[in-house]
């Protein structure tokens, strides 16, 4: 379990975050320069918090009150950097070992062998990292931060340096990785949600130095309570509320439905573009007549742009229907139950 509610001014910077994590994969999802990347500093003793408290199970890490403050070499946390941060000097068996102290030299080389074979990077033993690839580099700091053993893994941005089109294939190798031999928490940062959601159990969204929402991943998908959480997990469609009327909000004059009641301080509606159907026909309620506005294409999907009562929405749809929506007279639809009511 991993206990953080810490509190660190860095110039006009104010990072201020709380969360308790018992188990699983949390991804750390926002913008550039909201503090994802000082709060993994801070827990890995990197960065000292002005105030607070940072604990592993009942392990006080850093306390302000208590005057503790644990040296990064003995908090027993793995932390694998954006760029890998390999020792360009050390090959590839010697950057994998270079934390284990105290071993026999033949129980060393057995556990670095194991790691080699688990990270399947079995003969490049004497190679450096100059001559490895991105992906190889980054299973060798994979397996230097494991062999230790540590009770908490921090990821930070561990794909960002990689190609698009080996990303998918090393982001499933990685969890492969981290299932068999890893059993703490781990915190990984990244930028995509798309990526969060493949490989995390929950996730935490940040703004601006403070930790927003944090859930399992399907409920802060489905459930961003703001529009910043809204944006950051990809909600394409987030509109100002005019007026609530029970179990309705009207947006621009446009009468939206919902399947439970709305609370009059609810600020915005949302709805994901994936959430939004073409039917054939007019049929109850949150159905309109729409005008195409554009249409840009994905390399397996179209997103549409409608407008409704100058109200503009994206649908995102498959490519193969986008013809049939072009030429036939069809009606929009939003669910009420896929609507997003947010503060």
């Not at 556990?111 to 399947?120: A, D, G, P, R, W």
């Not at 026909?281 to 840009?296: A, D």
């Not at 490519?319 to 030429?327: A, F, G, W």
């Amino acid at each position: 379990m991993l206990k953080v509610n810490i509190d660190k001014t860095l110039g006009n910077f104010k990072l201020n975050v709380a969360f308790l994590v018992e188990k699983g994969i949390v991804g750390i999802l926002g913008p550039s320069g909201c503090g994802k990347s000082l709060t993994l500093q801070a827990i890995a003793g990197l960065l000292k918090p002005d105030s607070g408290m940072i604990s592993v199970g009942d392990r006080i890490l850093f306390s302000d009150a208590e005057k503790i403050d644990i040296p990064t070499r003995d908090r027993k946390i793995g932390y694998v950097f954006q760029n890998y941060a390999l020792f360009p000097h050390l090959n590839v068996a010697e950057n994998i070992g270079f934390g284990l102290k105290g071993l026999a030299k033949k129980e060393k080389h057995n556990k670095i062998s194991e790691m080699l074979e688990m990270v399947q990077l079995t003969g490049l033993e004497t190679r450096y990292p100059n001559e490895l690839s991105g992906g190889q580099q980054q299973r060798v700091a994979l397996a230097r931060t494991l062999i230790t053993k540590p009770d908490i893994l921090l990821l930070d941005e561990p794909f960002s340096a990689l190609d698009q089109h080996v990303k998918k294939h090393l982001e499933l190798e990685l969890l492969d990785i981290i299932k068999q031999s890893f059993s703490g928490v781990v915190l990984f940062v990244t930028h995509n949600i798309e990526e969060a959601y493949r490989l995390c159990d929950y996730i935490c969204l940040y703004e601006r130095g403070v930790n927003i929402q944090y859930g399992k991943k399907e409920e802060v998908l489905a459930s961003p309570i703001s529009k910043a959480a809204a944006q950051i997990v990809g909600c394409e469609n987030v509109l100002p509320i005019d007026t609530v009327e029970g179990t309705s909000v009207l947006v621009n004059a446009v009468q939206l439905h919902l399947n439970r009641a709305v609370a009059t301080r609810t600020r915005y509606v949302g709805i994901h573009s994936y959430d939004i159907a073409f039917i054939p026909k007019k049929n109850g309620i949150n159905t309109f007549q729409y005008t195409i506005t554009s249409i840009v294409d994905g390399i397996d999907h179209a997103t549409i742009a409608v407008s409704i009562n100058d109200i503009l929405l994206k649908v995102r749809v498959s490519k193969s229907l986008v013809t049939e929506i072009c030429k036939k007279e069809l009606i929009l639809y939003l669910p009420p139950e896929k609507l997003i009511l947010m503060d």
